[in-house]
């Protein structure tokens, strides 16, 4: 599923404004052995023990539930290791949506099940669980996983390996040596040079280079990624592309022989205690473009697992290396705010902060896991705002950086 990013070129000025004062009140957190690992639940502080203003985030807090903003489900906020603020939201998404539940068009192109995003039985929440959709963090959470087996040693192919090495070249269209040249770090950086551009299109178009609309129609979404006419050369360009991390569930299980939902479930989500449920197209690929479901406290795992380098509970889940790679800047995206031009990392969106990079897994609808690496700081949303593309970010952002008055400190001697 796509991510609209409009609000990172509107709200350039007001991100920047604000991301200055917190990078000024900051030192560069790293971590330390004394870490409380949230395996269980994560350890609750207040957010003056770790140096925020409570009201500036009680005020933001307000607005939300007043409807001020978009339809947001929840809000958390993680900083030194400990969730120092939380608030929820409830929404009537069965009366809310229930026009368009009924009415076919690219968000219901079958009307019932799983890939209709107005079915509450499935959005936001899986089947009236906690488990709140992240439609394209799912890609930035494949990237951890491909980072995990190459870890271990189970995905022991170069990223620079041709992906058509994992197909029967006769059931593959549009072949030719441009093609043969797309590698798996092409399909990390979204720099494979297929006709997939999903950004600058409404949820409702059916152009054709509104690309998921019509994989996500699709019977079987990796044939419909790997026969994609290419339209330049791979490495080329950054190209916001769904199907090229639909490709990424194809190649890992011809890879590593191992299902890639299965094989997160054993050595990412149980070592981090993170429950899960991930959709599978109607072939039975893993949806791993945008199907993944967790609760909003187990996404910031993930970014608190990055803040460590990789490490858990004194074992190295994803290498460092792997970490490093994944939020440096591999390619330039045609975005740019007052700040600078933003970039790509292997499946992250990093934001120019005064020099730095924060890092962002970002989907649509709402959700957003922010990472801001030298304050400690992880900031969760989900919501499903779907009609609008999300939660108004360029609006929120500014009302909550400004809550960071000191740097990340848990208050002991």
Not at 53 to 75: H, R, V
Not at 133 to 140: A, D, E, F, L, R
Not at 170 to 193: F, P, Q, Y
């Amino acid at each position: 599923m796509k991510k609209t990013v409009g609000w990172f070129i509107l709200s350039g000025a007001l991100f920047l404004l604000a991301a200055a004062s917190l990078l000024a009140v900051g030192q560069a957190a790293s971590p330390t052995s004394a870490v409380i690992w949230p395996t269980k639940n994560w350890p609750k502080g207040t957010p003056a023990k770790v140096g925020l203003d409570e009201e500036t985030l009680k005020n933001l807090d307000a607005d939300i539930a007043n409807g001020k903003y978009a339809l947001t489900d929840s809000f958390r906020v993680f900083r030194c290791g400990m969730e120092v603020f939380a608030a929820q939201y409830k929404h009537d998404y069965g009366q809310i949506y229930a026009k368009e539940a009924k009415t076919k068009g690219p968000l219901n192109a079958r009307l019932v099940g799983r890939y209709n995003y107005f079915d509450t039985e499935w959005h936001p929440y899986y089947h009236a669980t906690d488990l709140h959709t992240m439609q394209s963090v799912s890609k930035t959470i494949t990237s951890v996983i491909l980072g995990v087996a190459i870890t271990r040693g189970d995905f022991k192919a170069s990223l620079k390996t041709p992906v058509l090495k994992y197909f029967d070249l006769a059931k593959v269209k549009n072949v030719d040596d441009r093609k043969r040249h797309i590698t798996v770090e092409n399909l990390l950086t979204m720099t494979s040079g297929m006709n997939s551009e999903e950004l600058f299109y409404p949820e409702s178009s059916d152009s054709p280079e509104n690309d998921f609309v019509h994989m996500e129609a699709s019977d079987d979404w990796v044939q419909y990624a790997i026969d994609e006419p290419i339209v330049e050369e791979p490495g080329r360009n950054f190209t916001y592309s769904s199907a090229d991390t639909e490709l990424l569930a194809y190649v890992f299980q011809k890879e590593t022989g191992q299902d890639i939902d299965t094989y997160a479930e054993k050595y990412l989500f149980t070592p981090l205690g993170i429950k899960h449920y991930w959709k599978r197209d109607y072939a039975g690929n893993v949806d791993t473009e945008g199907g993944l479901y967790l609760n909003d406290e187990d996404l910031a795992k993930l970014g608190f697992l990055y803040l460590n380098n990789g490490l858990w509970e004194g074992k190295q889940i994803v290498s460092e290396d792997w970490v490093k790679q994944s939020v440096a800047p591999q390619v330039p995206m045609p975005y740019t705010v007052e700040g600078g031009r933003l970039y790509y990392g292997f499946s992250w969106w990093l934001i120019p902060l005064e020099g730095e990079y924060a890092w962002m897994a970002t989907g649509f609808g709402g959700q957003e896991l922010m990472v801001f690496p030298r304050q400690n700081l992880i900031v969760v949303f989900t919501g499903w705002d779907v009609l609008n593309g999300g939660t108004d970010i360029n609006l929120l952002l500014p009302r909550l950086l400004p809550a960071v008055k000191a740097a990340c400190s848990t208050g002991k001697k």
